[in-house]
Nanobody, 123 residues
């Protein structure tokens, strides 16, 4: 069964940076759209960013545009989320997801999910 494993979360001060990684267990992910979602305590899961299978097309939620960058390395079956200029409101559990169709902000478009990695930004 396909698996996604996130890493790279942690505690950082506001204005700092983190890079999340998501390693996929199957090479079929090289043809899948990949995305990052996040869920803050007491809130619903929200879309953060997505990248198509080639890495050439990306999409971001407005609140992270200019601060976060999604990328992928299909040779390593890995997708990344570079997070710069972090804010306390970015604090959440970040989830990696993979889907068979094009990039979308809707969670229904992704059929594989990781367990999540905690990101905490202190003020």
């Amino acid at each position: 069964q396909a698996q996604l494993v996130e890493s790279g979360g942690g505690l950082v001060q506001a204005g700092g940076s983190l890079r999340l990684s998501c390693a996929a267990s199957k090479s079929t992910f090289s043809t899948s759209a990949m995305a990052w979602f996040r869920q803050a305590a007491g809130k619903e899961r929200e879309f953060v960013a997505a990248v198509d299978w080639s890495g050439r097309s990306t999409y971001y939620v407005d609140s992270v545009k200019g601060r976060f960058t999604i990328s992928r390395d299909n040779a390593k079956n890995t997708v990344y989320l570079q997070m710069d200029s972090l804010k306390p409101e970015d604090t959440a559990v970040y989830f990696c997801a993979a889907g068979p169709t094009g990039i979308t902000q809707y969670s229904e478009g992704y059929n594989y999910w990781g367990q999540g990695t905690q990101v905490t930004v202190s003020s």
